[in-house]
């Protein structure tokens, strides 16, 4: 049998500089921070994780926003849905900051490159995806559907 000596414990300062680290770093590796705590002052807005263990907002069980997941977006963008018209305004106004792939063009979404949005622009978008989720929510429930 081999010796082991005892693990030492860390100090105090030790330890608070690794949470401070490990804070920092996470922070930086989770661009849907933002997105997250300003959904969720949305009434009925519920912050999940899709079938890949990528973050989603849905109201009502309905897809609201959440990390582009397709190779063919930016890193770090994220998809709400929006109708065709204000994605076109939205394009026009700021291509910089908003986009679409060939692979999102069909569907009411539009992309956004989360480090060009600032947290007003980011509750505006989330507001209006809201209104128009609450929309199908209200649509799907009438009908029977499924969320």
Known sequence: MTF?????????RVRARRRAR???????H??????RSIGLTLPGVEATRRY???PVLKLGGCYMAGLAAHPSAEPDTLVVRMSEEERALLLEDAPD???VTDYY???????VRLGRVT???LHDLLSVS???TQAKVRRRRATGERP
């Open 119 to 121: 947290p007003e622009a």
């Open 22 to 28: 490990t804070a920092t770093r996470s922070s930086k």
């Open 97 to 99: 900051t908003y986009y």
């Open 30 to 35: 989770d661009p849907f921070s933002l997105v």
């Open 4 to 12: 082991m000596p005892k693990p030492r414990h860390m100090s105090q």
């Open 130 to 132: 809201w209104r128009l």
């Open 52 to 54: 890949d263990g990528s």
């Open 105 to 111: 063009r069909p569907y009411p979404l539009v992309l």
